[in-house]
């Protein structure tokens, strides 16, 4: 059963940083896409970052610049987060599928997913 455990997430003042991180429980080159994405209280959900096994990344217009995707060679992925926002605030969940996706930053195609971890940001 493939599981994703994100961690990371805090409170933060506007403009600081924080990394979170998402441990697979198997080899990530598993899946062919792995991303980031998050949910606002009343909103939908929205993607935020994506990683590719060949490593093609794509980001929201709302984080490029701000927000780096990574994976590391094991079974991790990171989103390191600088210049936080308080639009920025909500919960960051970590997605993966071993398919390829017609739209990686798309929130439905996703088969796995993480608890989500909470990323508040004050002004």
Same mark, same amino acid.
């Given at each position: 059963?493939?599981?994703?455990?994100?961690?990371? &997430?805090?409170?933060?003042?506007?403009?600081?940083?924080?990394?979170?991180?998402?441990?697979?429980?198997?080899?990530? @080159?598993?899946? $062919? @896409?792995?991303?980031?994405? #998050?949910?606002?209280?009343?909103?939908? #959900?929205?993607?935020?970052?994506?990683?590719?096994? +060949? %490593? =093609?990344?794509? @980001?929201?217009?709302?984080?490029? &610049?701000?927000?780096?995707?990574? #994976?590391?060679?094991?079974? !991790?992925? +990171?989103?390191? =987060?600088?210049?936080?926002?308080?639009?920025?605030?909500? =919960?960051? $969940?970590?997605?993966? %599928?071993? #398919?390829?996706?017609?739209?990686?930053?798309?929130? !439905?195609?996703?088969?796995?997913? &993480?608890? &989500?971890?909470?990323?508040?940001?004050?002004?």
């Amino acid at each position: 059963q493939v599981q994703l455990v994100e961690s990371g &997430g805090g409170s933060v003042e506007t403009g600081g940083s924080l990394t979170l991180s998402c441990v697979a429980s198997g080899p990530i @080159y598993n899946y $062919y @896409y792995m991303g980031w994405f #998050r949910q606002a209280p009343g909103k939908e #959900r929205e993607g935020v970052a994506t990683s590719s096994k +060949y %490593d =093609m990344k794509r @980001y929201a217009d709302s984080v490029k &610049g701000r927000f780096t995707i990574s #994976r590391d060679n094991a079974n !991790t992925l +990171y989103l390191q =987060m600088n210049s936080l926002k308080p639009e920025d605030t909500a =919960m960051y $969940y970590c997605a993966a %599928d071993e #398919r390829v996706l017609l739209d990686p930053l798309s929130a !439905t195609d996703y088969k796995y997913w &993480g608890q &989500g971890t909470q990323v508040t940001v004050s002004s």
